[in-house]
């Protein structure tokens, strides 16, 4: 199969978010977790950068609870917080606060995931050199992820990678990242302007899970169909922007096959817009994180922070 040549993609039929919507409903952890409104309480620029205190913890975003009293683990997700501003002012015409938390997890043998862990704490994950997610256009969504197109498009890619990005950098032990993305720039009816990413299951958990994308549309189920994996948004641009997948499945996965899983947490408290030079630019706080489901399936970590200027 050639590259770059198969443009419209006949099965992805999805043009809104409401398969999502009434597969899983966490309106009551996105309310909990939206109530960020530090900026409220540190009136002083400065003092709120540099201040601990107030950041959610990552475990709160990572592990969540749905409506149903469910619970789910973040496998990869993106979660902003900014500050209102008076309409009177356009978009970041006047510095505005934002704190944000980029999430992302690997899987590893079960017997390597402290050392892993240990290693994971002395380290500073900026600048995306961990092993990243696979991002692929050239083949249908219906093809993924066990189809010749597939395997051809990937070219023998070994799932289990321990090379990261950046030179003189080493894992202590090879990882499988989790998840996958699937990209379609094309709406048949352009009644959508941007680029969709849907977060699909990575190929080896799909065939490890026994798990189906039943209706093409990013959700996965198991063989009892029930509902095991799903981005939370595919078109709108609402929060958070995550991939899921069910904590007691996953558990039983873990515990079963002898499998660890590692998540790495980066984020931020900066302001962005108005007219900073380098002499009145207050600086930025960036925080570092490690977690993982520890031997009483429960999760575990902790983050450290740094201001910066």
């Not at 919507?21 to 109530?35: H, T, V």
């Not at 590893?108 to 380290?123: E, P, V, Y």
């Not at 894992?171 to 720039?185: A, F, H, K, M, R």
């Not at 009892?224 to 996953?250: G, H, M, R």
Request: net charge positive.
């Amino acid at each position: 199969m050639g590259t770059h040549i198969r443009d419209l993609d006949p099965t992805f039929l999805i043009r809104n978010d409401e398969h999502l919507k009434e597969s899983l409903s966490i309106n009551k952890w996105k309310a909990k977790i939206q109530k960020y409104n530090a900026w409220n309480v540190e009136r002083t620029t400065l003092k709120w950068l540099k201040t601990k205190k107030d950041l959610p913890n990552p475990k709160h975003v990572i592990q969540i609870k749905d409506d149903n009293n469910h619970e789910w683990l973040m496998l990869e997700g993106f979660i902003k917080w900014e500050e209102e501003v008076s309409p009177k002012y356009e978009k970041y015409e006047i510095p505005v606060r934002e704190l944000w938390y980029w999430v992302k997890s690997y899987i590893m043998h079960k017997k390597n995931l402290d050392t892993i862990f240990k290693w994971g704490k002395n380290q500073n994950f900026w600048g995306r050199w961990m092993p990243q997610s696979y991002e692929f256009y050239e083949i249908f969504l219906g093809e993924y992820p066990n189809s010749a197109s597939f395997e051809d498009l990937r070219n023998n890619y070994n799932i289990w990678n321990n090379e990261p990005w950046e030179e003189n950098v080493s894992l202590p032990t090879p990882v499988i990242v989790t998840d996958n993305v699937y990209l379609n720039e094309i709406i048949y009816d352009c009644s959508y302007d941007d680029a969709v990413r849907i977060k699909l299951t990575c190929k080896w958990l799909v065939n490890k899970l026994n798990i189906k994308q039943k209706y093409v549309d990013g959700r996965w189920f198991n063989g009892e169909k029930q509902l095991v994996c799903l981005s939370t948004n595919i078109f709108e641009k609402q929060f958070p922007s995550a991939f899921l997948i069910k904590k007691f499945f996953l558990d039983e996965f873990l515990k079963n096959e002898n499998y660890g899983i590692f998540w790495t947490v980066i984020g931020e408290k900066r302001t962005i817009g108005g007219r900073y030079t380098n002499k009145n630019y207050p600086g930025h706080l960036v925080l570092n994180g490690v977690y993982k489901i520890n031997r009483d399936y429960n999760l575990e970590g902790n983050f450290a922070i740094k201001f910066e200027k």
